[in-house]
């Protein structure tokens, strides 16, 4: 056994210091509390449910306390959530946000070389002494679990024990980090060049990283940053590294192995790598888990994953895997730590590195394989301009106050805690909630740019539209976003028409100004086979879409509602919320949404359309403004390339599918269906070539249960049940009304 790690008596917490900052110290985490969300008029709020326990933080001495419990959701459409919900919707009034510093300043006044060769002494957990890698390697294979999983394997398979945990050796050497301060100070001085020739800035909020150093001390801490490039896990460790806090061990991808020499450097600069699939490989499995739950028992590091697995080719939110999260909470369960911390962390990148090669993936050319050769290749973007990055670290959530009053850990001491148990439905509903949590507090700190605005007005008006009516309509969005409850970052001191200007020349590659008019940068689209002219037509729109689509984070709920009243053509609440709720479960896949509040979400929707005088509501009706048919009608534009892909892939599977397929027969089939409805001219559906829009059409469908899925020795087929998918695309047709939800109260 490796020698258990002895805490040192705890020192204070030490103040948060920058290179070249005064030194002044920080706000502690914080518990979630429940946002009050005001009812709309008529509509009966969800029933409150008990508050949890206290939460303390501290700001300037004062203690705070923090409502752990939000309301009960009302019962609707799917499966209701036991115990005490965590769901907990925004402020739907202006709210304080944190400042932001930009930290390449100081690096463009000050040697990269000092500043990578710096003093280097992070404050780690409760004043732990350092763990060396091949120490927790040696505990994990030592430990209880992975022997009993030896043994078990060993007489299962008729295999001496010795062979099974020289396999499992190889598993950690395969896995396992081995941070070293040399690679660290590596890659602090090669990022420094790289990131001062990419971006402008790279503002962070100094309040969320003095709550975070705070935690570090407290209790083990799980960073989850959001996930939209590459550069995501490298940026967050250099500014750990910047502020001299604790680096973290990050999980990344068994792919990154295969670079010559980069994958080496990551493994020393704190990466873990795991395969994608264990493939029901047991050894596996235990060894990761366990070597995951070590590292963050020990309080070594903080521990780093993206929970929503990959990069998200859309700037959507992707919905949440839940295997990582479920290792790192269970030894809370199982009573090894106190409590853990979780950290949100919102990623915001004004132009993304990986914006064309998104576009090309998303039209079903393949995706490059990670190399050294590719990454030699791609140095030409350094002498591109990629604007800036605003990195929002969130307050640190207590999982002890979130399982307050919900989870019974009793259980766990039923069992020796070495014997793999499989977690109790209520446990994997609790991980879920929290996964879904996690992810809408990402998405409510992301930092919108002023061209995330021009994105969302320009492709409602394509082919062209004229500079002036593109301003004012920015304008008129900006005011609409913050009423929303937007994060905007509006360029100090320009006017609307030089921020304007500012993000057509940072994206010049998607849109430029000719002759008074903004047009999308498909150059070439007049020449070539029709085919081509589709294809860069639609490259052109799938990156302008990339952008507008951070913005639909914001409107999802409220452009939902003004989609149902379109659809209805009703003004009863009753039809408009049936009509909601029906869109909700078909988009359950393209937005997030917190499951089991359907109606809590159709509130919100209504709450912030009442806001902004887009509509009234009675006891027994929606209808809306004279003024708001004008809001209406442009939140129902923004989601209209999803309600009419939807319908083309419907469409598709109703009429062209009559046998059993598979997700790799299934995407190039539609992709070609929609294809030669745009090179007819029946459709301008560009989006709907998206191999993402395509699969999470598909996935919406077997959720319904209009499509059968089934795992087979090679993957999993579907067969369409033709008769389901019709009525639903009836539904989105507006031919027959949608089902009312069976329980829905209103």
């Given at each position: 056994?490796?020698?258990?790690?002895?805490?040192s008596?705890?020192?204070?917490?030490?103040?948060?210091?920058?290179?070249?900052?005064?030194?002044?110290?920080?706000?502690?985490?914080?518990?979630?509390?429940?946002?009050?969300?005001?009812?709309?008029a008529?509509?009966?709020?969800?029933?409150?449910?008990r508050?949890?326990?206290?939460?303390?933080?501290?700001?300037?001495?004062?203690?705070?306390?923090?409502?752990?419990?939000?309301?009960?959701?009302?019962?609707?459409?799917?499966?209701?959530?036991?115990?005490?919900p965590m769901?907990?919707?925004?402020?739907?009034?202006?709210?304080?946000?944190?400042?932001?510093?930009?930290?390449?300043?100081?690096?463009?006044l000050?040697?990269d070389?000092?500043?990578a060769?710096?003093?280097?002494?992070?404050?780690?957990y409760?004043?732990?002494?350092p763990?060396?890698?091949?120490?927790i390697?040696?505990?994990?294979?030592?430990?209880e679990?992975?022997?009993?999983v030896?043994?078990?394997?060993?007489?299962?398979?008729?295999?001496s024990?010795?062979?099974?945990?020289?396999?499992?050796?190889?598993?950690?050497?395969?896995?396992?980090?081995?941070?070293?301060?040399?690679?660290?100070?590596?890659?602090a001085?090669t990022?420094?060049?790289?990131?001062?020739?990419?971006?402008?800035?790279?503002?962070?909020?100094?309040e969320?990283?003095?709550?975070?150093?705070?935690?570090?001390?407290?209790?083990?801490?799980?960073l989850?940053?959001?996930?939209?490039?590459?550069?995501?896990f490298?940026?967050?460790?250099?500014?750990?590294?910047?502020?001299?806090?604790?680096?973290?061990v990050?999980?990344a991808?068994?792919?990154?192995l295969?670079?010559?020499?980069?994958?080496?450097?990551?493994r020393r600069?704190?990466?873990?790598?795991?395969?994608?699939?264990?493939?029901g490989?047991?050894?596996?499995?235990?060894?990761?888990?366990?070597?995951?739950?070590?590292?963050?028992?020990?309080?070594?590091?903080?521990?780093?994953?993206?929970?929503?697995?990959?990069?998200?080719?859309?700037?959507?939110?992707?919905?949440?895997k839940?295997?990582?999260?479920?290792?790192?909470?269970?030894?809370?369960?199982?009573r090894?730590?106190f409590?853990?911390?979780?950290?949100?962390?919102?990623?915001?990148?004004?132009?993304?590195?990986?914006?064309?090669?998104?576009?090309?993936?998303?039209?079903g050319?393949p995706?490059?394989?990670?190399?050294?050769?590719?990454l030699?290749?791609?140095?030409?973007?350094?002498?591109?301009?990629?604007g800036?990055?605003?990195?929002?670290?969130?307050?640190?959530?207590?999982?002890?106050?979130?399982a307050?009053?919900?989870?019974?850990?009793?259980?766990?001491?039923?069992?020796?805690?070495?014997?793999?148990?499989?977690?109790?439905?209520?446990?994997?509903?609790?991980?879920?909630?929290?996964?879904?949590?996690?992810?809408l507090l990402?998405?409510?700190?992301?930092?919108?740019?002023?061209w995330?605005?021009?994105a969302a007005?320009l492709?409602?008006?394509?082919?062209?539209?004229?500079?002036?009516?593109?301003?004012?309509?920015?304008?008129?969005?900006?005011?609409?976003?913050?009423?929303?409850?937007?994060?905007?970052?509006?360029?100090?001191?320009?006017c609307?028409?030089?921020?304007?200007?500012?993000?057509?020349?940072?994206?010049?590659n998607?849109?430029?100004?000719?002759?008074?008019?903004?047009?999308?940068?498909d150059?070439?689209?007049?020449?070539?086979?029709?085919?081509?002219?589709?294809?860069?037509?639609?490259?052109?729109?799938?990156m302008?879409?990339?952008?507008?689509?951070?913005?639909?984070?914001?409107?999802v709920?409220?452009?939902?509602v003004?989609?149902?009243?379109?659809?209805?053509?009703?003004?009863?609440?009753?039809?408009?919320?049936?009509?909601?709720?029906?869109?909700r479960?078909?988009?359950?896949?393209?937005?997030?949404?917190?499951?089991?509040?359907?109606?809590?979400?159709?509130?919100?929707?209504?709450?912030?359309l009442?806001k902004?005088?887009?509509?009234?509501?009675?006891?027994?009706?929606?209808?809306?403004?004279?003024?708001?048919?004008?809001?209406?009608?442009?939140?129902?534009?923004?989601?209209?390339?999803?309600?009419?892909?939807?319908?083309?892939?419907f469409?598709?599977?109703?009429?062209?599918?009559?046998?059993?397929?598979?997700?790799?027969?299934?995407?190039?089939?539609?992709?070609?269906?929609?294809?030669?409805?745009?090179?007819k001219?029946?459709?301008q559906?560009?989006?709907?070539?998206?191999?993402?829009?395509?699969?999470?059409?598909?996935?919406?469908?077997v959720?319904?249960?209009?499509?059968?899925?089934?795992?087979?020795?090679?993957?999993?087929?579907?067969?369409?049940?033709e008769?389901?998918?019709?009525?639903?695309?009836?539904?989105?047709?507006a031919?027959?009304?949608?089902?009312?939800?069976?329980?829905?109260?209103?």
């Open positions: 056994m490796a020698p258990p790690i002895a805490p008596p705890r020192p204070p917490p030490r103040p948060l210091q920058r290179a070249g900052q005064p030194s002044r110290g920080g706000p502690g985490p914080w518990v979630p509390r429940e946002a009050a969300v005001a009812a709309v008529g509509v009966r709020p969800p029933r409150r449910g508050a949890g326990e206290r939460g303390a933080g501290r700001r300037g001495g004062a203690r705070r306390t923090m409502a752990a419990a939000a309301a009960a959701a009302a019962a609707a459409p799917g499966r209701a959530r036991r115990g005490a769901y907990s919707q925004k402020e739907l009034t202006s709210k304080k946000r944190d400042e932001f510093e930009d930290i390449l300043e100081e690096r463009r000050s040697s070389l000092r500043y060769m710096k003093c280097y002494t992070p404050v780690i409760k004043g732990l002494s763990c060396k890698p091949n120490a390697k040696s505990a994990v294979l030592q430990s679990q992975v022997q009993y030896i043994k078990q394997l060993a007489k299962e398979m008729g295999e024990p010795d062979i099974i945990q020289e396999e499992a050796m190889e598993i950690l050497d395969e896995m396992g980090h081995s941070m070293q301060l040399g690679a660290v100070r590596f890659f001085f990022l420094s060049k790289i990131f001062k020739r990419l971006f402008q800035r790279v503002c962070v909020n100094e969320g990283m003095q709550r975070l150093q705070h935690a570090i001390q407290e209790h083990p801490v799980v989850l940053p959001s996930h939209r490039s590459y550069v995501d490298l940026m967050l460790s250099y500014l750990l590294y910047t502020y001299d806090l604790a680096l973290p990050i999980a991808g068994i792919d990154f295969g670079m010559k020499i980069v994958g080496e450097l990551l600069a704190g990466a873990f790598f795991m395969r994608r699939s264990f493939g490989n047991r050894l596996y499995w235990a060894v990761f888990a366990e070597y995951v739950k070590t590292m963050l028992r020990s309080g070594y590091a903080p521990i780093e994953f993206f929970l929503e697995g990959t990069r998200s080719r859309t700037a959507k939110t992707l919905t949440p839940f295997g990582l999260l479920s290792i790192v909470m269970e030894p809370f369960f199982k090894e730590v409590d853990t911390y979780l950290v949100p962390i919102s990623i915001s990148y004004e132009r993304i590195l990986e914006e064309s090669l998104y576009a090309y993936e998303l039209l050319v995706k490059p394989k990670e190399s050294t050769s590719g030699l290749k791609a140095r030409r973007i350094l002498s591109d301009n990629f800036t990055i605003h990195i929002y670290v969130g307050q640190p959530v207590s999982l002890r106050t979130l307050s009053g919900r989870i019974n850990r009793c259980p766990y001491n039923l069992v020796p805690r070495h014997l793999p148990q499989k977690p109790s439905e209520d446990i994997q509903e609790f991980v879920s909630d929290v996964a879904y949590k996690m992810e990402q998405i409510e700190n992301m930092v919108l740019s002023p995330v605005l021009v007005v492709l409602q008006n394509l082919p062209a539209m004229d500079f002036e009516l593109l301003i004012e309509k920015t304008l008129w969005l900006k005011g609409l976003t913050q009423t929303f409850g937007g994060f905007i970052e509006w360029p100090d001191n320009l609307a028409k030089k921020a304007v200007m500012s993000g057509l020349t940072l994206h010049s998607i849109a430029h100004l000719v002759d008074g008019h903004v047009v999308l940068n150059k070439g689209v007049e020449d070539g086979a029709v085919g081509e002219i589709v294809f860069k037509r639609a490259l052109a729109i799938l302008c879409a990339t952008y507008r689509n951070q913005l639909l984070n914001v409107f709920r409220p452009s939902l003004a989609v149902a009243l379109q659809m209805t053509r009703s003004f009863r609440k009753e039809e408009v919320y049936s009509c909601f709720s029906f869109l479960d078909v988009f359950s896949d393209e937005f997030i949404f917190f499951p089991g509040v359907s109606l809590k979400d159709f509130e919100e929707g209504c709450f912030l009442t902004c005088d887009a509509i009234q509501a009675t006891q027994q009706e929606i209808y809306p403004t004279d003024k708001g048919s004008v809001i209406v009608s442009f939140l129902s534009a923004m989601f209209r390339p999803f309600v009419e892909g939807y319908q083309l892939i469409r598709y599977l109703s009429k062209e599918t009559k046998e059993a397929f598979t997700e790799k027969q299934f995407i190039p089939g539609v992709r070609n269906f929609v294809f030669q409805l745009l090179e001219g029946n459709t559906c560009y989006e709907a070539l998206s191999s993402d829009m395509q699969k999470n059409a598909l996935a919406a469908l959720q319904l249960g209009a499509v059968k899925k089934k795992k087979m020795s090679n993957g999993f087929t579907y067969n369409v049940n008769e389901a998918v019709n009525k639903i695309l009836d539904m989105f047709d031919r027959i009304p949608v089902q009312k939800p069976v329980a829905a109260r209103l």
